[in-house]
């Protein structure tokens, strides 16, 4: 069973930077895409970013230009670099990895951005 933890929330002011990591663990092979959904009170889990095997990356509409994610050399951990964050940043942020077509998530992490 591949698990999945992610780590680095918390709570930052307005303007302010959080670095999110995500570790992918246990029997598995390649993790084709990577990447971080979030979920504010009340509303949908929604993309923040996508990070896939080959290089391409695919970010949300409302974080673009501002949230960078990458992945290390193992390809499995991604880092989700949040600059410039506002107050609707705040919400869980869920770690994704998909292995042989499976979907697995992480626990969560809260990452509150306050004024």
């Known amino acids: 069973q591949v698990q999945v933890v992610e780590s680095g929330g918390g709570e930052v002011q307005a303007g302010g930077s959080l670095r999110l990591s995500c570790t992918a663990s246990?029997?598995?092979?390649?993790?084709?895409?990577m990447g971080w959904y979030r979920q504010a009170p009340g509303k949908q889990r929604e993309l923040a970013a996508d990070?896939?095997?080959?290089?391409?990356?695919n970010y949300g509409d409302s974080v673009k230009g501002r949230f960078t994610i990458t992945r290390d050399n193992a390809k499995t951990t991604v880092y989700l670099q949040m600059d410039n964050l506002k107050l609707e940043d705040t919400a869980v942020y869920y770690c994704?990895?998909?292995?042989?077509?499976?979907?697995?998530w992480g626990q969560g992490t809260q990452v509150t951005v306050s004024s």
């Open positions: 994704r990895a998909v292995h042989v077509g499976q979907p697995y």
């Open positions: 246990g029997p598995m092979y390649s993790l084709p895409l």
């Open positions: 990070s896939f095997l080959g290089g391409r990356t």
